[in-house]
Nanobody, 124 residues
Framework: QVHLEESGGGSVVAGGSLTLSCTAS?????MAWFRQAPGKGREGVAS????????RAPKSMDDRFTAYQDSSRFALYLEMSGLKSEDSGMYYC????????????????????WGQGTQVTVSS
């Protein structure tokens, strides 16, 4: 069992920045960020396998979002800049010990462990 805990969410004005953190109770092979806006499905943001980025944020987030792990690989971060109102939602950290390590559409169901999420609200 792996416990994941996210932090760093909050309310910002459009154009602002936030850095989300996810701490795992143990090292896992694959960690990822997903997000979910009200009334929408869970959307992949980025995944990291053994410390190396595997799948990057979709085009809508590209160049604004950066995911990375620390050297211990117990923590996963998501740096977000140039935030837009459409970036608002609950951001979840997920992890698993298997392949593939992806945040593509439909990949959410393949993850074993999930955090409770951290809310990001961007006001225009």
């Amino acid at each position: 069992q792996v416990h994941l805990e996210e932090s760093g969410g909050g309310s910002v004005v459009a154009g602002g920045s936030l850095t989300l953190s996810c701490t795992a109770s143990r090292r896992t092979l694959c960690m990822a960020w997903f997000r979910q806006a009200p009334g929408k499905g869970r959307e992949g943001v980025a995944s990291v396998y053994s410390g190396s980025i595997v799948s990057r944020a979709p085009k809508s987030m590209d160049d604004r979002f950066t995911a990375y792990q620390d050297s211990s690989r117990f923590a996963l971060y998501l740096e977000m800049s140039g935030l837009k109102s459409e970036d608002s939602g609950m951001y979840y950290c997920a992890a698993k010990d298997s392949h593939p390590c992806s945040a593509a559409f439909g990949a959410a169901q393949e993850y074993t462990w999930w955090g409770q999420g951290t809310q990001v609200t961007v006001s225009s």
